[in-house]
């Protein structure tokens, strides 16, 4: 595997966007695919079952191949900078995190205010979506559960959010060796909380909504900055599938035999999940690696659009569901019984959806967000 450089003034990769709408879509699977209590999928897979639902499970590491890739590129362009300007400017950071995050987040709290109001809905979730507001949702969800809101996924958010107050300083004051070794206290801390959640008896929810458990991820994404130093690794064509079956096997044996989903009365122990965990992790970078230089026929247009627009399409997919599910099961319900043609109309619609608040809402957020850009990354779509 050779390696290619590329200069320090603009850092942007469009295979990485077709990585965002396959995070995006491995989380939408999660959620779409029929869990275990189906009966229907029982009896028409038969044995095979077990394999789909372990698959589904597998599908919400969606989630932590979006927190890598955010830690690799968010390392990436810092470290840029660094070396273009001889700093980092902080504020201008979190002026460009917030433009890009911000709107669109609270945009998306204020339709889970909304549907907690609707009939069906549950007035007590708006404590959670207060937690939410102030980016500390992890940390209920991991203590008190959830009622099902559409805003649930948005989660995950607050964990990056948690990531960003301090990783524009460590990269300005940190030099490579010192990274390494902050990645090393991030992967003990999140083990070391995982190993007190097992010892006291934790449910799996408390370990995956857990902030410090999924830091292991970030850490992750910026050991492979550091490792390759900047150049993008080139490979024969062949090379590449190979990985991405090697990440899929990573993600499908952390959920399977490793179990790190699992019933309160089969917690598999530290050592199982401590390795499904790492699996997790190793299997994003994996992705990551199998995606980066990769030659641009090979990266469809359509692909590269979706992963543009992958934070909206990560946003409203739950509540297109939810409204999906009450309009099918309501008034369509023979025809949102066939599972191809609810997947089709869920994903459909969602894309709909993101693409007209990319292009309406998002954009002159993003027009700001490009003014405060010391190093060039992801163009605007739609715009010259």
């Known amino acids: 595997m050779r390696a290619q450089n590329h200069s320090t003034g603009r850092f942007y990769r469009p295979e990485l966007d077709v990585v965002r709408f396959l995070a995006f879509f491995c989380v939408f699977l999660h959620h779409v695919v029929p869990d275990d209590g189906d009966p229907h999928v029982v009896k028409l897979?038969?044995?095979y079952a077990p394999i789909l639902f372990a698959s589904r499970e597998a599908f919400r590491f969606g989630l932590n191949l979006f927190f890598t890739l955010s830690a690799f590129l968010i390392c990436e362009l810092l470290l840029r900078e660094r070396q273009a300007t001889g700093a980092v400017a902080v504020k201008e950071f979190y002026i460009r995190r917030i433009l890009r995050i911000w709107p669109l987040y609270y945009l998306g709290l204020a339709l889970g205010a909304l549907v907690a109001y609707l009939p069906g809905g549950f007035h007590t979730d708006m404590a959670e979506i207060g937690w939410f507001s102030i980016f500390m949702s992890p940390w209920?969800?991991?203590?008190?559960?959830?009622?099902?809101?559409?805003?649930?996924?948005m989660w995950s958010i607050s964990v990056e959010?948690?990531?960003?107050?301090?990783?524009?300083?460590?990269?300005?004051?940190?030099?490579?060796k010192m990274l390494y070794g902050f990645c090393a206290l991030l992967i003990l801390v999140a083990n070391a909380w995982l190993y007190w959640l097992t010892s006291t008896g934790h449910t799996s929810h408390q370990s995956t909504f857990n902030s410090l458990v999924q830091f292991e991820c970030f850490a992750a994404g910026i050991l492979l900055c550091l490792a390759l130093k900047g150049q993008t690794p080139r490979m024969a064509?062949?090379?590449?599938?190979?990985?991405?079956?090697?990440?899929?096997?990573?993600?499908?044996?952390a959920t399977y035999p490793m179990q790190t989903r699992f019933d309160t009365n089969r917690n598999p122990g530290f050592w199982p999940l401590m390795s499904g965990y790492a699996l997790a992790s190793l299997g994003s970078v994996l992705i990551l690696?199998?995606?980066?230089?990769?030659?641009?026929?090979?990266?469809p247009g359509w692909a590269i659009y979706l992963g543009r627009i992958s934070f909206g399409l990560y946003v409203y997919h739950e509540f297109v569901i939810y409204a999906m599910h009450r309009l099918l099961v309501g008034r369509l319900a023979p025809l949102g019984s066939i599972l191809p043609v609810k997947f089709a109309l869920d994903l459909g619609t969602t894309i709909l959806v993101a693409a007209l608040s990319y292009r309406y809402f998002e954009t002159p957020f993003l027009k700001m967000k490009k003014r405060h850009s010391v190093i060039e990354s992801q163009p605007i779509s739609g715009t010259r």
């Open 45 to 47: 897979l038969g044995h």
């Open 140 to 153: 209920c969800l991991a203590h008190q559960g959830w009622h099902g809101n559409p805003v649930f996924p």
């Open 161 to 176: 959010e948690q990531f960003y107050v301090f990783s524009p300083w460590i990269v300005k004051y940190l030099n490579r």
């Open 237 to 253: 064509s062949w090379q590449r599938p190979i990985l991405l079956v090697c990440a899929w096997l990573c993600w499908f044996l």
């Open 289 to 299: 690696i199998a995606f980066l230089g990769m030659d641009s026929k090979w990266l």
